[in-house]
Nanobody
Framework: QVTLVESGGDLVQAGGSLRLSCAASGSIFSIKAMGWYRQAPGKQRELVADFWSGGLINYADSVKGRFTISRDSAMNSVYLQMNSLKPDDTAVYYC????????????????WGQGTQVTVSS
């Protein structure tokens, strides 16, 4: 089992900044991918940004140039620096991790955090 603990969500005015943090703990042999998704009311969950162990980093087009994802491999943590926030960024932000749980695992496992609310007022 893997547990994700998220923090950093808040109410902020448009143009402001927030930094989300997520730490993974539990049965982790290696992390294949880690990142952030978001879900606004009435909408599907969507990728915000993630990175993969091979070095690939993905960003949603809507956040490119404003959001930056970073990681601390030693701490199994991922961060999302969000600048120039817009009301359209209002959503519950979920941390996601894809892991190999043991050296003998034949497949990866995916885990989600419980979400942190980001609200951007106009």
């Amino acid at each position: 089992q893997v547990t994700l603990v998220e923090s950093g969500g808040d109410l902020v005015q448009a143009g402001g900044s927030l930094r989300l943090s997520c730490a993974a703990s539990g049965s982790i042999f290696s992390i294949k991918a880690m990142g952030w998704y978001r879900q606004a009311p009435g909408k599907q969950r969507e990728l915000v940004a993630d990175f993969w162990s091979g070095g690939l980093i993905n960003y949603a087009d809507s956040v490119k140039g404003r959001f930056t994802i970073s990681r601390d491999s030693a701490m199994n943590s991922v961060y999302l620096q969000m600048n120039s926030l817009k009301p359209d960024d209002t959503a519950v932000y979920y941390c996601n991790v894809v892991v190999l749980q043991t050296a003998y695992s034949r497949s990866v496992s995916t885990y989600w955090g419980q979400g942190t609310q980001v609200t951007v007022s106009s």
